[in-house]
């Protein structure tokens, strides 16, 4: 009875260490199922073996599940990058003894689930034993991975509701409501009619009403200066009516007058 036994690290945490044994035609199937129940993770459909040189450099991949991928690679004959179309082999279907090329083959084990982490495989040791022994097994666990911790999340307080913003009022509302107080302004108001019916029925009352006599004021007697121009001109015609009462008949004047008149239309 062959045995194949592994060592699987973790380049993330350095205390970790698991050693598990399995035999050759055993497939990579029972090797994912033994990994996880020995570093104590969650099932998973997402998880890839990847044999590798001795600098782990990926070659093949190896799935949980039926899937299509695409690659691009260098082609020669073309001389040019091409993209090919490539289904993985599945675990189910890939024995371990069809992928050791190497005494010391190495590979990677890729785990995504709630957590992630990638694993180092190395087979450092072929056992051959007559005894009967039930494989898969752990023989050595050392260290434990981290657990990413759930910080629980408070409740978010619901947000008060927004008061709704008021209708603007339409213009043509407001218009008739302005009118409307417009009229209600003006029916308080007297009407133009019944005021002069008013004041015709006290008509009568105020011209009985008593008058008063406006008390004249006095003029006292301006003094005229001698040197003002315009008295000697009111003194000038105080003279000329003097004048005028010392002519006898005042006929004489008129034809005077007239024979005056006679002359100046004759010329």
């Known amino acids: 009875m062959i045995i194949y036994r592994f060592r699987v690290t973790s380049h993330d945490h350095e205390d970790f260490l698991r050693e598990i044994e399995l035999q050759p035609g055993q497939n990579f199937m029972t090797f994912h199922q033994i990994i996880l129940s020995s570093c104590d993770l969650d099932t998973c459909d ?11 450099k990926k070659r093949n991949e190896i799935s949980f599940k039926l899937q299509k991928k695409q690659v691009r690679k260098y082609d020669d004959d073309l001389d040019q990058v091409v993209t090919e179309t490539f289904i993985p082999n599945l675990m189910k279907d890939s024995l371990l003894k069809n992928f050791i090329e190497d005494p010391h083959q190495r590979l990677i084990y ?15 040791k072929i056992i051959k034993t007559d005894e009967c022994i039930n494989l898969p097994r752990c023989v050595t666990s050392k260290g434990e991975l981290p657990k990413k911790t759930v910080i629980p999340v408070a409740p978010v307080a619901p947000k008060p509701p927004v008061p709704a913003a008021p209708k603007p009022v339409a213009p043509k509302k407001q218009v008739i ?3 409307t107080m417009f009229s209600e302004m003006k029916e308080d108001e007297p009407e133009p009619d019944e005021e002069l019916s008013e004041i015709e029925s006290r008509l009568d009352e105020i011209l009985e009403e008593k008058t008063y006599d406006i008390p004249k004021k006095k003029v006292s007697p301006v003094s005229l200066d ?5 008295v000697e001109e009111e003194e000038a015609d105080e003279d000329a009516m003097e004048s005028l009462d010392e002519y006898e008949d005042i006929e004489d004047i008129e034809v ?4 005056f008149d006679s002359e100046s239309e004759d010329e």
């Not at 997402?46 to 782990?56: E, G, H, L, R, S």
């Not at 890729?110 to 450092?124: A, H, Q, R, V």
């Not at 001698?226 to 315009?230: H, I, M, T």
């Not at 005077?256 to 024979?259: E, G, V, W």
């Open 177 to 179: 409501e302005e009118k």
């Open 46 to 56: 997402n998880a890839y073996f990847f044999p590798t040189d001795n600098v782990f």
């Open 226 to 230: 001698e040197d003002d121009p315009f």
């Open 110 to 124: 890729e785990y995504y689930g709630k957590d992630i982490f990638i694993f180092f495989i190395e087979l450092f």
């Open 256 to 259: 005077r007058n007239r024979n």
